[in-house]
């Protein structure tokens, strides 16, 4: 049996791309599970936590990027693991990963590296930018979320 699995970062953006391509995949809608949740780590993951116990030895669990499902290696690592234990095949639409092939498992290990890479590589960026912002007196940290006056 076939089943998706879609991810997107924000509530803001749309899933739609990704479980078109999970139907073109072969995936029927009722086996999508998908989420808008930060792909840095599987805390508040339920659809993915849900799919993980569900899956069964002969199924497949289709994803379109490798990102989708993880940011983290260890977190890729961990989720490769759980599937090869239970003998599912992971397959991605858009990057050659089959990991029913020793070539599809070495690729997808080589996405996760540069998965996370990508991550770290933001996060740094993010980091600069803030600390430049104070320096020049321009970052004040996030907006007041609850009114003073009211508490």
Avoid: H, W
């Avoid at 840095?40 to 490798?66: A, N, P, Y």
């Avoid at 759980?82 to 029913?100: C, F, H, I, M, P």
């Avoid at 600390?131 to 979320?145: I, N, P, V």
Wanted: hydrophobic share 35%; net charge positive.
């Amino acid at each position: 049996m076939k089943y998706g699995y879609a991810r997107v970062s924000t509530k803001e953006q749309d899933l739609s791309l990704q479980i078109e391509a999970l139907k073109n995949a072969g995936v029927s809608e009722e086996c999508i599970r998908s989420e808008k949740v930060s792909g840095t780590s599987r805390k508040g993951r339920s659809e993915l936590e849900t799919l993980l116990q569900f899956l069964r030895e002969g199924d497949e669990l289709v994803i379109t990027r490798i990102d989708r499902l993880a940011r983290s290696m260890m977190d890729l690592q961990q989720i490769a693991a759980t599937l090869k234990e239970r003998g599912v095949n992971l397959k991605a639409t858009e990057q050659a990963v089959d990991t029913s092939s020793p070539a599809g498992k070495a690729f997808f290990d080589m996405l996760g590296v540069f998965a996370e890479f990508e991550t770290n590589l933001r996060r740094e960026r993010q980091m600069e930018g803030t600390a430049k912002a104070q320096a020049e007196g321009k970052y004040r940290g996030r907006k007041q979320s609850v009114d003073g006056n009211k508490v």
